[in-house]
């Protein structure tokens, strides 16, 4: 008796649907459908058609990278490095990983140390305000490398297209024969489309070593996303001291998720 019920619920079932047909499985049915593609988070009206979605939150986001850099101290010294970083962000908080691998032109190599940072962000209007702290865990093979650490606070002000930041930074460092440093970040963005933005950044620091000048420099950024997830990024910066770094170029690649 019971496989006599069940099998006449599926075969009311199969005429049922085929009186009613909805291939997009959005509750209109085919014949009445002037929209036959709805996506399956739109709500559609009597006629099929989106009226609103379903906005599905995500909570935790990530992004992972890879990239090139060149770097030119005088005309007799110049480097290169590859670099993976990893994101990850959860409503206002944000963490990042970042490490590379430069070759000399000497022919030696080695890992650099590895940086790990934590941010805070709040948003007032059109003021943001980000405060952070941060490692940079002693991986590179220099003697007695130890951990150093960092705090910085930023400000960053948006004018329709455009945005405008101060940062500083407090590096507390702990290796030998070195001083703590204070560094200050000025920049200006503006947004070129949906999916590029560019900025450009003056930077003052101070050395690490006693009686040696500050480190200017100047940068030009570009960041570009082909999509919701792929992006890429490039950099150019310009030594504006004699002890910084002459040239400096830089990309990379990455996937947000």
């Not at 890879?66 to 990850?88: E, H, I, M, P, R």
């Not at 948003?123 to 702290?133: H, Q, R, S, T």
């Not at 702990?174 to 703590?180: E, F, L, R």
């Not at 620091?205 to 570009?224: F, P």
Request: charged content about 20%; some cysteine.
């Amino acid at each position: 008796m019971l496989k006599k019920i069940i099998v006449g619920l599926l075969c009311a079932g199969t005429f049922l649907y085929a009186d009613f047909l909805d291939d997009d499985m959005d509750g209109v049915s085919n014949e009445e459908d002037k929209c036959p593609n709805s996506a399956f988070s739109d709500i559609v009206g009597a006629d099929g058609c989106k009226v609103d979605s379903v906005v599905f939150k995500k909570e935790h986001h990530f992004d992972i990278s890879v990239g090139l850099s060149y770097s030119k101290s005088d005309d007799t010294q110049s480097d290169n490095a590859q670099n993976f970083s990893l994101g990850y962000y959860y409503g206002n908080f944000s963490s990042y990983l970042y490490t590379s691998n430069t070759n000399l032109q000497n022919g030696q190599s080695g890992v650099d140390d590895t940086t790990l940072s934590f941010y805070y962000k709040k948003a007032d209007n059109e003021i943001l305000y980000k405060a952070g702290a941060g490692f940079y865990l002693p991986t590179s093979d220099i003697n007695n490398n130890q951990t150093d650490y960092f705090l910085s606070a930023k400000i960053l002000y948006y004018l329709d297209d455009y945005d405008f930041s101060i940062e500083l930074q407090h590096t507390f460092m702990k290796d030998i024969d070195t001083k703590d440093t204070n560094r200050l970040s000025l920049s200006g963005g503006y947004i070129l489309s949906d999916k590029a933005y560019t900025s450009l950044t003056y930077t003052t620091q101070d050395s690490i070593y006693e009686d040696e000048e500050e480190l200017q420099n100047a940068t030009l950024y570009l960041n570009y996303f082909f999509d919701t997830h792929w992006f890429v990024s490039g950099e150019f910066s310009l030594g504006l001291s004699n002890s910084a770094t002459n040239e400096y170029v830089g990309m990379r690649v990455g996937y947000y998720f």
